[in-house]
């Protein structure tokens, strides 16, 4: 059995990722969250933020996995970043309602949407401003899981902000 275990071990381990743009544990984790917390109260455009997010961070392992693959043609991230973030709307379909509200007083828009294009924006351009920062920084994180810190605090502050404001 251990020879078993430590031969399944030294076939499996050293293998590369295919496509690792951000932890699949943590996606995983996000995407069980979000349902757990429309059931215990959390307002839906917090929870279309993160899913936004969530939904963004699909998109690039897709443009990772098509770069691997040698999948290559004119507007390909756009179109596969439009298409993972507007599965939104198939995850919540006939779960929550479209509702318009005043959204800071400023124009009218569902929550569930806002959030989840807020979400998406706020992860794509936390993800340009860490490969920015990594750039300047000789190729180098200023700290650990950095590529980590930055999505979830910018995302964290936006989810604040968002229960204030609507």
């Given amino acids: 059995m251990k020879k078993m275990f430590g031969l399944l071990m030294g076939v499996l381990l050293p293998v590369s990722a295919f496509a690792n743009p951000a932890c699949p544990v943590c996606t995983v984790a996000i995407g069980a969250s979000l349902e757990v917390a429309r059931h215990i109260g959390v307002p839906d455009s917090v929870v279309g933020l993160w899913a936004g997010a969530m939904l963004a961070l699909l998109g690039y392992w897709t443009i990772k996995f098509f770069d691997m693959r040698g999948w290559n043609w004119w507007g390909r991230n756009f179109m596969l970043m439009v298409l993972s973030v507007s599965t939104i709307g198939f995850a919540y379909l006939g779960t929550v309602k479209y509702n318009p509200v005043w959204i800071c007083g400023m124009f009218r828009a569902d929550p569930v949407l806002f959030g989840t294009l807020c979400g998406a924006a706020i992860f794509i351009v936390t993800e340009k ?11 180098h994180a200023h700290f ?19 229960v204030a404001c609507l």
């Fill in 144 to 162: 650990p899981f950095e590529k980590v810190v930055l999505p979830v605090i910018a995302l964290a502050l936006v989810s604040w902000v968002m």
């Fill in 129 to 139: 401003l860490y490969d920015f920062m990594k750039v300047r920084n000789g190729g």
